[in-house]
């Protein structure tokens, strides 16, 4: 855990950023007058998900998928 002032903060912002990438410090913290005010930390990597493409080949689209729409359109009077 590192507590630094702001106006320290504002001048090694990069070298505290860099600090919690290399997993030297889990947690800094960014006081005012003395008293932490602010936590940084790193957010959590989200693991990459494919979600383009990822139900390929799971199922089927019926032949006959596009004619319900001429069918709806009817029901609403014949304009969509």
Do not use: H
């Not at 383009?52 to 029901?75: R, S």
């Amino acid at each position: 855990m590192t507590q630094v002032n702001m106006l320290d903060a504002k001048t090694d912002l990069s070298k505290l950023v860099r600090m919690l990438e290399t997993r030297q410090e889990e947690v800094i913290y960014l006081a005012r007058n003395g008293t932490a005010v602010v936590q940084m930390t790193l957010i959590p990597k989200q693991p990459d998900r494919k979600r383009i493409g990822a139900a390929e080949g799971k199922f089927c689209i019926p032949d006959e998928f596009d004619a319900w729409d001429k069918e709806i359109e009817e029901m609403f009077g014949g304009a969509l």
